[in-house]
């Protein structure tokens, strides 16, 4: 039996998050259109008759301007680092840009094998240009092997999975148990969840500077009641969130509350409000504070 863990790297957007889902079967990791949508380093595990491998999703590898930014990077080298294997996605239309080449430097730290996975396939129309783009991807790195895929369409994926066992270490047992499939407390899936939302109905900067709180939790066997903060960073976002006569925040929240309905298989209450905290996203403490490794006790 084979089981390691495996980084998935790569620029904002390009659809880590997306292949990790699609790789466990679950959802374990929030998706947007918007880049930088993944804050935090997050396992997802597949356990399988071949072994199990432990992904790492992690957040876009960019140049960061602040806090939260810097502690985003922090979180890609801490989480990734021992990593067995490393696949690093770039969008199959191209070009190389600067992030991807970010991105590859953090995976060539790693000292082991690097898959290059063309992502988006499916989003190319003229095939051809798909194999002079390899070439180019070629010339940077000696990568272990190339797969194009798409991770929407689920294009290619059992040969990812093929290529990844055939390179993990050996192993005489899993790392977690079986039916484990993420390291993320429930609350922070739930305040991942109401972010997610957020940032698909939002615009501009609001995506960016939302941050949700799971203030209380309370469960009994066929309920969840939940209460969060939506922290903004100016009240024109807040405004712009509640609503008119709070129509948009109370659609938002009825969406939110669907989507924990899912993921936790119970009925929820949820209750949402939301505070202004200026420029949080600079402030070390709280941006410290949403960090639900730190709850665990992991640092
Ligand atoms: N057409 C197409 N779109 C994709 C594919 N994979 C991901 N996307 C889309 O790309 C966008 C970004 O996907 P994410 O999975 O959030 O990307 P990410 O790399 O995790 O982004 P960050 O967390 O911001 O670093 C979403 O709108 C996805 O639906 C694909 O194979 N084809
Ligand atoms: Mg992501």
Known sequence: MKAGFVAILGKPNVGKSTLLNALVGSKVSIVSRRAQTTRDAIQGVLSESRGQIVFVDSPGVHEPSKRLGERMMREVE???HGCHLALLMVEASGPITNSDRRALVVAKRLEAP?????????????KELLLPFLDSC?????FDQFIPISATKGINLDRVLVAIFERLPEAPEYYYPEGYLTDQPE???ASELIRERILRETHDEIPHSVAVQIERWEESRRKLRISATVVVERTGQKAILIGKNGEKMKQLASRARQSLERCFSR??????FVKVRRNWRNKRGFVRDLDFHRLLGIR
């Not at 690097?114 to 003229?126: S, Y």
């Not at 009925?267 to 949402?272: D, K, M, T, Y």
């Open 114 to 126: 690097v898959i290059l996975l063309t992502n988006k396939v499916d989003k190319v129309a003229r």
């Open 138 to 142: 070629r010339k940077l790195h000696e």
């Open 187 to 189: 609350r922070f899936l």
């Open 78 to 80: 801490r989480a990734t």
């Open 267 to 272: 009925s929820v209450h949820l209750e949402v």
